[in-house]
């Protein structure tokens, strides 16, 4: 499409449940990237893919963050055993590829996820 | 990480005045981005920088690439109420793989 799809808009979890937030990136985009924005308007940086690969993932907590980018699937960004600081609005962007990686990216409305 | 410096973090203008930012870092970079993010909504790209001295322009907005590649100018002319929201700097470094982002600009507008 020619927009960046997030979906759900919103989650709300119970703290050590899991969730699971998708994201379909721009048509022809070969780049996306996940990003958390908590109460300080920081973006940070989670982990990005080339297509199906890892790009870089310096910024994910192994410990409870994966996240896949899988063939003709949406991208998706999972937490298991939620935490109450987990809450944030998770945006993903996506770009094209380009050379070196700094073409602009897109942004999806993001996802707002609660933990409760 | 890198640490982007993005200042004033709020401004309150009267509708019709000029705004300026601006975005600094200590280390070199080869691309900025400017974006809008309105309330619930993602960033919405505004300028793509990618040349040291670039002066860019989109409708009211001008920005510029600095020329020691340190930093980076946002302008908005004539402000309207709909320029409210939260401005954000993103820049790229050569040997990097992903954007920083500044801690944004929140922008009130008074009619």
């Known amino acids: 499409g020619e927009e960046v799809a997030q979906t759900p808009k919103h989650l709300v979890r119970g703290e050590g449940q899991k969730a699971k937030l998708y994201c379909a990136p721009i048509?022809?985009?070969?780049?996306v990237f996940w990003y958390q924005q908590v109460l300080k308007n920081e973006f940070k940086f989670l982990i990005s893919f080339q297509n199906e690969n890892v790009f870089d993932e310096t910024g994910m907590p192994k410990e409870r963050f994966s996240a896949k980018c899988l063939p003709n699937s949406p991208c998706s960004l999972e937490i298991q055993a939620t935490k109450l600081e987990d809450s944030a609005v998770y945006f993903c962007a996506s770009s094209r590829l380009q050379g070196r990686s700094n073409q602009p990216q897109h942004f999806g409305d993001g996802t707002r996820l609660s933990i409760l | 990480g890198q640490q982007l410096n993005q200042s004033p973090q709020s401004m309150f203008i009267q509708e019709g005045e000029d705004v300026s930012m601006n975005c600094t870092s200590s280390s070199i970079f080869n691309t900025w981005l400017w974006y809008k993010q309105d309330p619930g909504e993602g960033p919405v790209l505004l300028i793509a920088?990618?040349?040291?001295?670039e002066l860019t322009s989109n409708g009211r907005l001008t920005a510029q690439f600095g020329i020691t590649r340190k930093d980076s100018f946002l302008n908005i002319s004539a402000s309207i109420p709909s320029d409210v929201g939260i401005y954000f700097c993103?820049?790229?470094?050569?040997?990097?793989?992903?954007?920083?982002f500044g801690t944004g600009t929140s922008l009130t507008v008074i009619p």
């Open positions: 920088l990618y040349k040291a001295g």
């Open positions: 993103a820049g790229l470094t050569f040997t990097g793989n992903q954007f920083y």
């Open positions: 048509k022809g985009h070969s780049y």
